[in-house]
Antibody
Framework: QLQLQESGPGLVKPSETLSLTCTVS??????????WGWIRQSPGKGLEWIAS???????YTNPSLRSRVTISVDTSKNQFSLKLSSVTAADTAVYYCARLSRTSGTYNYWGQGTLVTVSS | QSVLTQPPSVSAAPGQKVTISCSGS????????VSWYQQLPGTAPKLLIY???KRPSGTPDRFSGSTSGTSATLVITGLQTGDEADYYCGTWDSSLSAWVFGGGTKLAVL
């Protein structure tokens, strides 16, 4: 059974860079059939897509976050990562990693999510 | 505001039927697969419906999806109290080159 697990600091200071890693188990991140993505949810709000990456390195990023987002993949570790720079309190959210099926355009597996708070 | 428009909330009594709409445009729902996600309180979203109407294993047949033009619909019949959750539609937007979600609909089973 595929599992995704987010990890990273739960507290980040304003203006610093948020860094998260998603570790994939029970399946290979190198499969060409999938993209791997980050989605966040601010407290009491809806889902916001951040970015997606393919094992080939192809990426897509939310236009509203593009200038601050870096997404990368490490196939040797079966992990992919997110960096969000110049964070503010508005970036406080639960961050989810998820697998996107290329054929169905569906996020069919999700991590449990990790809360990141931006505060001094 | 979201690219995809959902009603903020819906409600119905146990055993009844509820419909949740998701309105978009030709650059998203009109030309790309729609999926629906259920988010129970305090948990991660879970895939409920994919490719407009298909159910992954584990989704009861009380849940059904459909599409017409630039709108998608999720129908839940035989409502149960355990269905109380937030429901999100999602799809790819070809004009934005971005994945988009609806704003979410909170279902109350009264």
């Amino acid at each position: 059974q595929l599992q995704l697990q987010e990890s990273g600091p739960g507290l980040v200071k304003p203006s610093e860079t948020l860094s998260l890693t998603c570790t994939v188990s029970g399946g290979s991140i190198s499969s060409s059939s999938y993209y791997w993505g980050w989605i966040r949810q601010s407290p009491g709000k809806g889902l916001e897509w951040i970015a997606s990456i393919h094992q080939s390195g192809s990426t897509y990023t939310n236009p509203s976050l593009r200038s601050r987002v870096t997404i990368s993949v490490d196939t040797s570790k079966n992990q992919f990562s997110l960096k969000l720079s110049s964070v503010t309190a508005a970036d406080t959210a639960v961050y989810y990693c998820a697998r996107l099926s290329r054929t169905s355009g569906t996020y069919n597996y999700w991590g449990q999510g990790t809360l990141v708070t931006v505060s001094s | 505001q979201s690219v995809l428009t959902q009603p903020p909330s819906v409600s119905a009594a146990p055993g009844q039927k509820v419909t949740i709409s998701c309105s978009g445009s030709s650059s998203n729902i009109g030309n790309n697969y729609v999926s629906w996600y259920q988010q129970l309180p305090g948990t991660a979203p879970k895939l409920l419906i994919y490719e407009y109407y298909k159910r992954p294993s584990g989704t009861p047949d009380r849940f059904s999806g459909s599409t017409s033009g630039t709108s998608a619909t999720l129908v839940i019949t035989g409502l149960q109290t355990g269905d109380e959750a937030d429901y999100y539609c999602g799809t790819w937007d070809s004009s934005l080159s971005a994945w988009v979600f609806g704003g979410g609909t909170k279902l109350a089973v009264l």
